[in-house]
């Protein structure tokens, strides 16, 4: 027993214990008494409440250095629309603070699910989408604010169809693509002869915050993407090698500069010989069944494809080389519709300097402070395939871990002491 706490006994009744430090109980005839300036400031509902936002693992007094206490110590989100997506950034975790269940909860009617753990120095929480397009996520977004108030930063991370593009800005199959601004493109009126899409001030999305447009401006200059390419290049060998291990039924490999293939935007992808479709009893007809095979079995002309310079610099690199995407930054088209058109991917992009086309941004642009982050799988016309998907996952993944690594930590209150290096002044 310790040497402060004394016991004494009056009686046949209770002991009295004295602690030096701690509250005295003071036994007499008129029964137990609390010397009540013991427990001066105590108030046993805020200490009952603290207690009550820990996580179950931490409530017995030994919380884990790392892991955090609550819902608002986390201040980075993902957001991921497809399983094949969310799989692929889960495999760039460090790792997992939900091995045994979620302890962390979520807010009255939130239905989102939510999976936590840290990628380098961020807690972060990762969300699917249970639908595609706008609506889903931005329903998604508001249960986000609900239950997880202090994210600062959300990425919406996937895949994409990109704007081909010509000389520098050539994006091929697997690049990644960080939005700067984002557009609604199927938000219009739809005239007889053509669709206008609005576009006022009242219509438009606003601008990211000061602290994404930061981040952003940083990876426009030559040494911010220099510094993201050679970070992300690592983190998907690192991906590629995590998901043999945990054999994934992705491997998330690359295709080879073969499989990347960008016909002339008025060459469509549909049967050419057969006359038992729509295909061949319309100008621009497309069946269903041609859409759904692939290039080589309908025998689309190779004599349609565009001549590309980075494709051909590719074949002579070797494949660690080649697979590591070059990352563009710009304004990224959302809509609930797919593009696939080339006709009408090089129009939108020509009038808005498009770069890429998805379909969940807009619903979380304005609920959230966002960035998209998306691989670019297929060039958004009537060829894309699926074939690039888990390689163009991956890419969007490893780039987002990436750009984590350069994202500052904020200190949690503006009140701290700075230690002046060779001095002992605070």
Not at 91 to 102: A, I, P, S
Not at 355 to 362: K, S, V
Request: some cysteine.
């Amino acid at each position: 027993m310790p040497s402060n706490t004394s016991i004494s006994n009056h009686g046949s009744g209770p002991q009295n214990i004295s602690s030096g430090d701690g509250p005295q109980y003071n036994n007499n005839a008129s029964g137990i008494q609390i010397n009540s300036s013991n427990f001066a400031g105590f108030n046993p509902f805020r200490e009952l409440a603290k207690i009550e936002r820990l996580p179950m693992e931490n409530r017995g007094g030994m919380p884990s250095d790392d892991q955090p206490r609550c819902r608002e110590d986390f201040h980075v989100a993902i957001i991921c629309t497809l399983p094949l997506e969310y799989d692929a950034v889960s495999l760039v975790f460090d790792q997992f603070w939900d091995e045994d269940g979620d302890s962390y909860g979520r807010a009255h009617s939130d239905t989102n699910t939510y999976t936590t753990g840290q990628i380098g120095k961020h807690n972060v929480v990762l969300a699917l989408l249970p639908n595609i397009g706008t609506v889903s996520a931005a329903g998604a977004a508001a249960n986000f604010r609900s239950s997880y108030s202090a994210v600062k930063l959300t990425l919406l991370v996937g895949i994409c169809g990109g704007v081909p593009g010509t000389g520098v800005d050539e994006i091929l199959l697997g690049d990644v693509v960080i939005s700067k601004t984002v557009i609604q493109h199927t938000l219009g009126r739809q005239y007889p002869n053509k669709f206008m899409t609005k576009d006022t001030v009242y219509d438009s999305l606003g601008r990211p915050n000061k602290d994404i447009r930061s981040l952003i401006a940083s990876f426009e200059t030559e040494r911010g993407r220099r510094q993201l390419r050679q970070k992300a290049g690592q983190y998907l060998r690192d991906l590629q090698s995590a998901a043999i291990k945990e054999r994934h039924r992705c491997s998330y490999r690359y295709p080879g500069v073969d499989e990347d293939k960008l016909f002339a935007a008025s060459y469509h992808h549909k049967h050419r010989a057969s006359q038992k479709c729509k295909c061949n009893q319309e100008s621009d007809g497309l069946c269903e069944e041609a859409a759904q095979t692939l290039c080589s079995t309908l025998m689309c002309d190779e004599g349609q494809l565009v001549r590309r310079e980075r494709l051909l610099m590719k074949k002579d690199l070797e494949l660690d080389d080649a697979q590591c995407p070059e990352i563009f930054v710009g304004c990224v088209a959302s809509g609930d519709t797919v593009m696939k058109s080339g006709e009408h991917r090089d129009r939108i992009s020509r009038q808005r300097d498009i770069i890429a086309f998805e379909m969940e941004g807009a619903g979380i642009w304005d609920e959230l402070p966002c960035i998209i982050i998306k691989g670019v799988c297929d060039y958004a016309d009537s060829h894309k395939n699926k074939v690039w998907q888990p390689f163009a996952a991956a890419t969007a993944a490893s780039v987002m871990k990436a750009m984590l690594g350069r994202y500052a930590l904020t200190e949690p209150s503006p009140s701290y002491s700075r230690v002046i290096p060779g001095s002992h002044v605070r």
